[in-house]
């Protein structure tokens, strides 16, 4: 079973840039389809983007589509969002999630992490 933690979060101005990692442990990583969802208190959880296996293939939200990157690196077992041109709007927590079959643009996923706060001031 896989364990993730979540790191990167924090407070940044609107038009300023973040970037979460998201570390596994306890599994093949290589054998998880990755995302990273996110929530807003009292609302339900977003899909934000996710990655492939291989991360040959990735999907994102129509509401973050140009501003944020999904990548992974293997060798560390490693997830990434790359967060640009942050709006007010991006604030929630967001996770990070893991399974073994492919997702898509599904909040469906057996493995998440803690979460990390982001806050984008105005």
């Known amino acids: 079973q896989v364990q993730l933690l979540e790191a990167g979060g924090g407070l940044v101005q609107a038009g300023g840039s973040l970037r979460l990692s998201c570390a596994a442990s306890?599994?093949?990583?290589?054998?998880?389809?990755m995302a990273w969802v996110r929530q807003v208190p009292g609302k339900e959880r977003e899909f934000v983007a996710s990655i492939s296996w291989s991360g040959g293939t990735t999907y994102y939200a129509d509401t973050v589509k140009g501003r944020f990157t999904i990548s992974r690196d293997n060798a560390k077992n490693t997830v990434y969002l790359q967060m640009n041109s942050l709006k007010p709007e991006d604030t929630a927590v967001y996770y990070c999630?893991?399974?073994?079959?492919?997702?898509?643009?599904?909040?469906?996923?057996?493995?998440w992490g803690q979460g990390t706060q982001v806050t984008v001031s105005s």
């Open positions: 999630a893991a399974t073994h079959l492919w997702r898509g643009t599904s909040t469906d996923y057996n493995y």
């Open positions: 306890g599994g093949t990583f290589s054998t998880y389809f």
